[in-house]
């Protein structure tokens, strides 16, 4: 059934700044030449058509890429609007997937509570024992985001730096510093708080625990027995071609940029080192971004209770808003609750990254084995005029939330 009208709540757990380089006019929001749609119902596939076009023309997205799967079914795979301007997007190309990392490394730690190597209840000491609290903090604490260490991109001097020079080599130490020292916000499993030092923290604990780098575990154990041969975390601002261009303006308050000013900047090799741990620093194409949701969702990789654990909403009721942490600590709910590395939303399970003027969802519905990836772009005109920020948060999620209406009209839905 529906649900009552209201944002997807996730999107307000993103980074609060972000940057922009060259000027450049937003394309018109056009399809283009794509991997042609497979489906029992050609109605089906216009109607995902339409939506996206009229989403796109409301929310000013410069690109978006989307796959829908019904079960193993290809129901469409394509691509509107443009890279650059006079470039088409197509659907090969790659892009920054941020938060859909996540899941893949909660994945490899319940692989390793099935294979008895460790307990979601190991306190972290074990392996990162200069880390501060570390002997009250545990693995599933990390993977659950129910630490109490505060999360590094709230943090003034974090977005200072970061903002200062968008193309800084960040190591993990550096990143989970600006959490660690500060006080813990809560005793540790006791409350919860978005913060991108537990994944970081739990990248560097899974590292340890497998004396292998974390990317090559992944590789292993995910992205091989997956087929998934376009994602790659390089350790570099790379991404592998062909690329998705990215255009972001948040910088333009930071810079001084006057609001009657165009400003736009090509935002696409800022180095992506910030954002997570090593491994977790991925770039994917529509194709594999639709294989990991639809693999994480039907909980194909690890046991069946590793799998009900992972997805159970054992948070609600359970958290607080607190004034120590007020972008990041909320209660939790039907419409936003997290798992262990995925996001219960509706009916559906998700990550919805938004990402230096790369915006995305990579959703599965379980009760109906569907699946929607997308990947999009920000127009210049996506932008407030004054302040740079992003009109609509993440651009993926009414892009999501129309195309969610069409093949699955009775799941409830974020946003409907």
């Not at 002997?135 to 709230?154: H, I, K, P, R």
Request: aromatic residues 8%; contains cysteine; hydrophobic residues 40%.
């Amino acid at each position: 059934m529906h649900t009552t009208k209201r944002a997807l709540a996730g999107a307000a757990l993103c980074l609060a700044v972000i940057m922009s380089g060259c000027t450049a006019p937003a394309p018109e929001a056009s399809p283009t030449a794509a991997t042609p749609a497979v489906s029992a119902d050609g109605g089906e596939v216009a109607a995902i058509q339409d939506a996206v076009e009229r989403t796109m023309a409301d929310a000013h997205v410069r690109a978006a890429i989307v796959r829908v799967l019904r079960g193993d079914q290809v129901v469409v795979t394509q691509a509107w609007g443009e890279s650059m301007p006079g470039v088409p997007a197509t659907t090969d190309l790659h892009f920054r997937s941020g938060a859909v990392s996540i899941p893949q490394a909660a994945t490899v730690l319940f692989q390793l509570v099935d294979d008895g190597t460790v307990s979601l209840d190991d306190t972290i000491d074990q392996w990162l024992p200069d880390v501060p609290h570390a002997d009250q903090v545990t693995l599933g604490q990390l993977a659950q985001m129910t630490s109490g260490y505060a999360d590094y991109v709230q943090d003034a001097s974090f977005i200072e730096e970061f903002t200062r020079d968008p193309f800084r080599q960040w190591t993990p130490q550096e990143l989970y510093t600006y959490g660690t020292d500060q006080p813990l916000l809560y005793e540790p499993g006791t409350n919860w708080d978005y913060a991108h030092t537990n994944y970081v923290l739990l990248s560097l604990a899974l590292q340890e625990i497998t004396g292998r780098p974390l990317a090559t575990e992944i590789q292993d154990r995910i992205l091989d027995p997956l087929g998934m041969t376009e994602t790659a975390d390089p350790g570099t601002p790379e991404i592998l071609t062909p690329v998705l261009h990215a255009f972001d303006s948040e910088r333009r308050e930071y810079l001084g940029i006057p609001a009657d000013r165009p400003f736009i900047e090509d935002s696409t090799y800022w180095n992506p080192s910030w954002s997570l741990g090593p491994g977790l620093v991925q770039n994917t194409d529509i194709t594999d971004m639709a294989t990991i949701a639809r693999a994480v969702g039907r909980g194909e990789l690890i046991s069946d209770e590793s799998y009900e654990r992972m997805i159970a909403p054992t948070l609600r009721g359970k958290t607080t808003a607190l004034p120590a942490c007020p972008n990041t600590c909320f209660v939790q709910n039907e419409f936003y609750t997290y798992g262990f590395g995925i996001v219960l939303s509706g009916d559906w399970l998700l990550q919805n990254p938004q990402y230096h003027g790369f915006a995305g969802v990579a959703a599965h519905l379980p009760a109906d084995d569907i699946t929607i990836a997308i990947a999009a772009t920000y127009a210049d005109e996506a932008y407030d005029p004054v302040s740079g920020a992003p009109l609509i948060a993440n651009i993926a999620n009414p892009l999501f939330t129309a195309v969610a209406e069409v093949v699955a009209p009775d799941a409830a839905t974020p946003g409907t």
